[in-house]
């Protein structure tokens, strides 16, 4: 079955240490996203990118960075720099093409403690 | 960019009641998704909405899009236990990179027995 993954579920770090979030689809979507979200507000777009080897910032980029080598892969991470980095993670995806374009596809989140 | 309110922020409903959220944009919606997510999980597609007057159903949901664009609204009738959760909208917008959604805070919704 087609779908987007995110490992791990949880995650602990240490002040001080950078992390890296895992994001995975196979349903061929050319654009891929990824959110925080924090009780009460909602999800932040952190960074997107809409093709291979190009990304964007989004909104609160601030301590975060990406790469986009492959198509299937969008992995996150949070830096030292990053404040504040206790959050759920969301990884999504999309495409313009099909019945409903633009949709996004969400994973099933990583929630990240700084200890 | 976008900005999409959503109200109530929280609803508590007793099982068997209809209930109402409503997602108010500050500018006119160009695709208009909503989507249900239970706490420390990723969002579920609901529905998606397009064209002004539009209104979509999914068992018991029911969404709107009002004609000029700018406020959609969902609708649960005879609520259950299983539509406990956060309910969120977003919005392409127009002048957007293609393929952006703009989401709003959303609204936590409980239904007891």
């Known amino acids: 079955d087609g779908g987007i993954t995110q490992s791990p579920k949880y995650l602990f770090r240490k002040e001080g240490q950078n992390v890296t979030l895992s994001c995975e689809q196979n349903?061929?979507?050319?654009?891929m996203y990824w959110y925080r979200q924090d009780p009460g507000q909602g999800l932040r777009l952190i960074y997107y990118s809409q093709i291979v080897n190009d990304f964007q910032k989004g909104d609160i980029a601030e301590g975060y960075s990406v790469s986009r080598e492959k198509k299937e892969s969008f992995p996150l991470t949070v830096t030292s720099a990053q404040k504040n980095p206790t959050a759920f993670y969301l990884c999504?995806?999309?495409?313009?093409?099909?019945?409903?374009?633009?949709?996004?596809?969400f994973g099933p989140g990583t929630r990240l403690t700084v200890l | 960019s976008q900005e999409l309110e959503q109200s109530p922020q929280s609803l508590i409903v007793q099982e068997g009641k209809n209930l109402t959220i409503n997602c108010t944009s500050s500018k006119t919606l160009y695709g208009l998704y909503w989507y249900k997510q239970k706490y420390g999980e990723g969002l579920i597609f609901l529905m998606m909405l397009q064209k002004g007057g539009e209104e979509k159903s999914h068992e018991k949901i029911t969404a709107k899009l009002d004609e000029k664009k700018q406020q959609s609204s969902l609708h649960i009738t005879a609520s259950q236990p299983s539509h406990a959760g956060i309910y969120l909208c977003?919005?392409?917008?127009?002048?957007?990179?293609?393929?952006?959604?703009?989401f709003g805070r959303g609204t936590q919704l409980t239904v007891w027995p």
């Open positions: 349903l061929n979507h050319d654009a």
């Open positions: 999504a995806s999309s495409t313009p093409r099909g019945s409903r374009p633009n949709e996004q596809f």
């Open positions: 977003g919005a392409a917008d127009r002048g957007s990179t293609l393929g952006r959604l703009y």
